[in-house]
């Protein structure tokens, strides 16, 4: 838990649930926070022992204390783009995330949806900015309309992300999303219901977990409504059956496309009836409040279970 992002705290959050949650009689956890300036286990009285980085280790009075499996509670970089997939990978450490190319390609929202086009999944119209290239208001307008969404390309939680509804807040927008990255994207705004799938892999099968309807208070998703109650989170969605089967149908064609394993929590939009893919997080938020709990419970699992499947199927 913990990380390097402005996510970092949420993740200490969804790290300390895990813990607690875990079914003790199946394992033995332990606390390990990786922050740039220090990898540390952290006993239950808060007293940190560092971490062997040659084979994640640490040692205890002594004592070495080596581990079976990663369970992946980092939001954000650089549990959730590839970079401790890849460590981990690197040092035969079973763990439940996705695997490193799978977790660097969504979480690079551009490239992810470059990806799946070709497959005929649908997204909003998008346009790209990099640090230092040529801003054009009209150009960028003219391809998305407005109001649209400017993101960072590579952040969670929704930092870095701002609606515009008026040409003149353009540049702002674009240089909020560039302080939490170098790359952007832009996209058209759609209007119509906001929906979450989350998708795992439940003893050995591809499971397509109950719907969560998105309702915000603000202007669209955004942090406060995500974790300050500023949303109402309805799950199972108001969806009429069609709509029902149609996200739930693309949702677990992406998982497989992407040749995913673990948690994945997709965001579609419904236009003209049909859902659009706005992103995938591989390491979605796992607090009492986070989404994929909520919808796990509605499918009749626990998050004990929730957790000890994941390690099952990251030991399988």
Known sequence: MGGY????????????????????????????????????????????????????????????????????????????????QAYFELINLPQTSCNMYQAALTFNKRDCLSVLKPYGILTAESYYLNLGDVINETEIIDKVGLPC?????????????????????????????????????????????????????????????????????????????????????ITPARLTKTQEEKVNSVAKKVYEILKMTGFSRSEFIFKDGEPHLLEMNTVPGLTKESILPQQAAVAGISVTDLFSNAIEEALK
């Not at 926070?33 to 640490?58: A, G, L, M, R």
Request: glycine share 6%.
């Open 149 to 233: 969404f400017v993101k960072a390309n590579k952040a969670g939680s929704s930092f870095g992300v701002t609606k515009v509804h008026k040409k003149e807040e353009l540049n702002h927008a674009i240089a909020v999303a560039f302080k939490e990255d170098d790359e952007i994207i832009i996209e058209s705004f759609l209007d119509g219901t906001e929906v979450s799938v989350g998708v795992i892999n439940y003893k050995g099968e591809t499971k397509v977990l109950p719907i969560t309807e998105i309702v915000s208070e603000n202007d669209f998703f955004d942090y406060e409504a995500k974790y300050l109650g500023k949303s109402q989170e």
């Open 5 to 84: 992002s402005s996510e970092y705290q949420i993740s200490l959050k969804s790290g300390n649930v895990v813990y607690d949650m875990l079914d003790s009689t199946k394992f033995k956890g332990y606390r390990v926070h990786i922050f740039k300036d220090k990898w540390v286990y952290v006993d239950d009285n808060d007293i940190e022992y560092p971490i062997d980085k040659n084979d994640f280790s640490t040692t205890v009075n002594n004592t070495k204390i080596t581990f079976d499996c990663v369970f992946n509670a980092i939001h954000g970089s650089p549990g959730e783009d590839g970079f401790m």
